[in-house]
């Protein structure tokens, strides 16, 4: 704090990122990465663009990489919107699209930077409560609202919502931007890109930095009407108008045209998952079904915080959110085979040093 500050960034409660620890050798299951690399075809464009071409500016419009977007999903490069990680584009959408005559709504239980953003850029919002198990129930979306957002699969529960649903809550909400971030889609839940064609009001947005193991590269992108796309574009070029780097454009375009190796590593990460519950089942863990990269887990008899600080102990990082309602669980990252391994190794051996409180 400091009487230089405006007033309003005093007020901020800015959102924290998943720890990234300096401390080799660690089995890192924080903060939702992809545990395999980056297709080799995107390292390879990357490596091949490292040359006197950084002394230019990128393309302000990142077209060779709209086009890539628009082609794969079916789209016109004019209904795609490309920035730096979806958090900057979900950033332009809450500051772009959202309205500040009623509250937005998103669940009460969901990604933690949508309050962050509505403190950034001012703008009323109720959270919804989930049903039970975590499930977002369509029907508690039918009230007055000046925009409605959540992540399908649901953050940092991985529940999905059919798109079925998605397609209900649209038509109850015809006047309303609807945005479903699919940062985590990938890994088995059913994308609502194939309805932006009949929902003017819907943006969609993924990232390329879960399922194409990009996180460092940042990259993300929304698809929804062409006059949605424009919104963003006017923000975009009142702030930054080159979100994406050279490196960026060409990396990004070339995992997307990397398919086998994307659908190969989408695979392991969701096997991984199946084993990985089953043995969490083993050990008297309760799981929420989870369709995303990650788990979110709670064990009757053990206190979460003491079952992280015993993890972390034996090297093993997870993340906990001390929040009411979720505090008993812990949300981990899917990693691969071996790694699942040591992190059941190392509950196995917390579970049997921490006493379970009497019921
Ligand atoms: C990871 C994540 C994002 C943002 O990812 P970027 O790295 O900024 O593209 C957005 N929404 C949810 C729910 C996420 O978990």
Partial sequence: MSRFWSPLIATLSPY?????????????????????????????AIGAAVDDGLRLYPDPDASALKQVLAKYHGVQPNQVFVG????????????????????????DVTYSFYPVYCGLYQIAYRTVPLRAGFALAVEDYQRLNGGIIFPNPNAPTGRAVARDEIERLLQANPDSVVVVDEAYVDFGAQSAMGLVECY????????LSK????AGLRVGFAVGHADLIEALIRVKDSFNSYPLDRLAIVGAAAAYE?????????????????????????LGFETVPSAANFIFTRHPAHDAVIVAAGLRAQGVIVRHFNKPGI?????????????????????????????????
């Fill in 16 to 44: 924290v990122p998943g720890e990234q620890p300096k401390i080799a050798n660690l089995v890192k299951l924080n903060t939702n990465e992809n545990p395999y690399g980056p297709s080799p075809k995107a390292l390879a």
């Fill in 84 to 107: 730096n990680g979806s958090d900057e584009v979900l950033a332009f959408i809450f500051q772009a699209l959202f309205q500040h005559d009623a509250p937005i709504l998103f669940p």
């Fill in 200 to 207: 003017p009001n819907l943006l969609v947005t993924q990232t």
């Fill in 211 to 214: 399922s194409r193991s990009l």
């Fill in 258 to 282: 990397d398919e086998p190796y994307f659908q190969h590593t989408r695979q392991a990460v969701i096997d991984s998952r199946t084993a990985l519950v089953a043995q969490m089942d083993a």
């Fill in 327 to 359: 505090d008993q669980y812990l949300r981990i990252t899917i990693g691969t085979v071996e790694q699942n391994h040591a992190l059941i190794a190392a509950l196995s051996a917390v579970l049997a040093v921490t006493a379970a409180p009497l019921a």
